[in-house]
């Protein structure tokens, strides 16, 4: 990975440190209806899910919902497509299926394929071919250029904010810029895409340079997109 040091040294290239991947969620949207059009039981599948995957906490009948009104499968164990077991969580909603893993959105879609294959094979359950996909992605890195170098002004109205707060305790504080956030017009409709983050790690120290990030897409585009931001605030750094 490429790292973001102060680009007014010489010679040194721009570096960004993943330090782990905190969600890494793939959503299938449809009719579930179309899934099961001749109404088959689906407590055999509950149960053979549970023990394929040897989910540690699993619903007992197709009413066990969890506290999201959803049949949750907590825990289990999938080998991903280069042989590594993996923690995974399912979720069977009224109008699809999700799946979260902490390594990849690749990991999880392999899962969801895998399950939506065993289940036509085994009981003749076929997803509908028009399947809306989505996803959502958070990492947490290290970067050592602050989020300040994207504007050079934004420093001297930091200064101003230190100068006007009063903190109760007397103790001065330094601010600094926390975060970028980026959402569409209709944010708030279920349907849209998740808000996308840029922000220190709360409760993290400034010098510790730790890092959140949440983006409604796979992985590897989030980590691209980190990349692309880190080149914006070297370039920023080189015209301060």
């Not at 899934?35 to 149960?47: A, E, T």
């Not at 956030?181 to 340079?209: G, V």
């Amino acid at each position: 990975m490429r790292s973001l040091i102060d680009a007014t040294r010489p010679n040194v290239e721009p570096q960004m440190k993943i330090l782990y991947i905190g969600l890494a969620r793939s959503i299938w949207v449809f009719d579930f209806n179309l899934l099961n059009p001749k109404g088959l039981s689906i407590q055999p599948i509950i149960d053979k899910l549970t023990e394929k995957y040897k989910f540690a906490k699993a619903p007992k009948n197709p009413l066990d919902y969890d506290d999201q009104k959803v049949l949750g499968f907590k825990s289990g164990t999938f080998i991903n497509s280069k042989g590594t077991t993996i923690l995974i969580t399912f979720s069977i909603y009224s109008d699809g299926f999700v799946a979260e893993t902490m390594s990849s959105t690749d990991d999880s879609t392999d899962f969801l394929v895998e399950v939506s294959d065993w289940i036509r094979k085994d009981y003749g359950l076929a997803l509908p071919s028009d399947i809306k996909k989505a996803y959502v992605s958070q990492i947490d890195f290290e970067w050592d250029t602050p989020f300040v170098q994207l504007n050079p002004g934004l420093k001297k109205f930091l200064n101003s904010i230190d100068a006007c707060v009063k903190p109760i305790d007397g103790k001065p504080r330094h601010f600094d810029l926390a975060g970028l956030s980026f959402w569409t017009e209709d944010a708030t409709k279920p349907t849209a895409p998740a808000i996308i983050k840029f922000e220190r790690k709360l409760s993290a120290s400034f010098a510790s340079n730790h890092y959140f990030s949440q983006a409604p897409m796979e992985t590897q585009s989030h980590i691209d997109l980190l990349k692309e931001l880190g080149q914006l605030l070297q370039e920023g750094a080189k015209d301060d």
